[in-house]
Structures are given as structure tokens and as C-alpha cells.
T-cell receptor, first 113, second 114 residues
């Protein structure tokens, strides 16, 4: 089974760039890497998804090296409202239609004034 | 508005009293899933469904049942709840692979079993 490993927590300050790295050593060839954001007592919210190299949207960037065994979520110029838990998500690599999604334990990001 | 709804949002019950948490989505998604979230443990998948009448166990299925008789609904059933099922539950839906990585989550159901 593919598994992910993330730092448990990170601290930052407003206006800084934050990079959160996720390790997924056993990712399957056809699996995507996805990141979610979760605020307390709310359901997770999709941030970004990628397969290889770099993906950027209005919220974040996702960097994936050629071996795809890790990925880095980059949040530019964070604000207090970016304080949340960030999850890295990959598929479990099984063939066929019934596939489970493997969630990491998440990284709790605290943005300080 | 595209959304996933869950009911009830809060529930306090007693051990052994059967309960059902409903989940409904209006996006015509094939894939639906139930998660529980406990402090320090992150999100753990209970059951998932790839389509109508197709369900499979997630990581923590013990003590839960699900059904998928209609595409839009995916109820979670606790036949005999126990205190260790006290948790925050989320339902989610998405399109089929490979788009199923972008999941839409409901607002959550906080369940307390005494």
C-alpha cells in the first residue's frame, strides 16, 4: 500500500512562503498526488493535484520530482487564514476500479502575526 | 449549488441504539466515501463506493454498514453503536478515477455514543 509521511506541524509568519513536503515512496505509476486543506470542524477542501513536475493554481504550487517519491506543496505569502491542517493524498496503487485513497496524518500549519 | 449534505450534524446516542447518518450529493458523482476523524489520527476511511450497488471496505469498517441503492445517497449505518465510535464523520463524493482525487466533503456529523 502506498503511504505518505508529512511533518506533524510547522510554524510560519504572515507573508512568508511555506513549503510542506510529503513522502510517498510506493506511489503507483498511474496515481496522482493531491493536497487538501482542513479548518477545524470543517470537511477537507481540495487545494491542488498533480502527476509530475510542477502545477500551479491561484492558491498554491505543487512540485513533484522525476522519481515521484515525494511532493512539496508551496503556499506563497501565507496569511493568518492559512492556518489549517494540510493533507497529502495518493491512491493505494491497486489495479482495477475499486481503489482506496490513502491519507497522510496531515501537517498542522500555524501562521503567526 | 453543488454540495454534499449530511444529517444529522450532531447526534448524541446511547450504546446499542441503531442509528443512520445520511449523506447525499447533487453532483452526479459515482464515487462516495465515509471517513471518521479522531484527534491525532487524521482521516480514516470507513467504506467507499465506486457506484450504485458497489461498495468496499476502507481502513476501519468494523462496526459500520453502508448501502448504495441510489447514486446520490450513501447512508452510514451503525447497527449497535459503541463509545469507541464517538467521532467526527465526513461523507465525500467525487467523479470516477482519475478525477476521484478531487473529493467534495460534507460538513461533518459529530457523533457521541454514551
Amino acid at each position: 500500500l502506498a503511504k505518505t509521511t508529512q511533518p506533524i506541524s510547522m510554524d510560519s509568519y504572515e507573508g512568508q512562503e511555506v513549503n510542506i513536503t510529503c513522502s510517498h515512496n510506493n506511489i503507483a505509476t498511474n496515481d496522482y498526488i493531491t493536497w487538501y486543506q482542513q479548518f477545524p470542524s470543517q470537511g477537507p477542501r481540495f487545494i491542488i493535484q498533480g502527476y509530475k513536475t510542477k502545477v500551479t493554481n491561484e492558491v498554491a504550487s505543487l512540485f513533484i520530482p522525476a522519481d515521484r517519491k515525494s511532493s512539496t506543496l508551496s503556499l506563497p505569502r501565507v496569511s493568518l487564514s492559512d492556518t489549517a491542517v494540510y493533507y497529502c493524498l495518493v491512491g493505494d496503487g491497486q489495479a482495477g476500479n475499486n481503489r482506496k485513497l490513502i491519507w497522510g496524518l496531515g501537517t498542522s500549519l500555524a501562521v503567526n502575526p | 449549488e453543488a454540495q454534499v449534505t449530511q444529517n444529522p450534524r450532531y447526534l448524541i446516542t446511547v450504546t446499542g441504539k441503531k442509528l443512520t447518518v445520511t449523506c447525499s450529493q447533487n453532483m452526479n458523482h459515482e464515487y462516495m466515501s465515509w471517513y471518521r476523524q479522531d484527534p491525532g489520527l487524521g482521516l480514516r476511511q470507513i467504506y467507499y463506493s465506486m457506484n450504485v450497488e458497489v461498495t468496499d471496505k476502507g481502513d476501519v469498517p468494523e462496526g459500520y454498514k453502508v448501502s448504495r441503492k441510489e447514486k446520490r445517497n450513501f447512508p452510514l449505518i451503525l447497527e449497535s453503536p459503541s463509545p469507541n465510535q464517538t467521532s467526527l464523520y465526513f461523507c465525500a463524493s467525487s467523479l470516477s478515477p482519475p478525477q476521484f482525487y478531487e473529493q467534495y466533503f460534507g460538513p461533518g456529523t459529530r457523533l457521541t455514543v454514551t
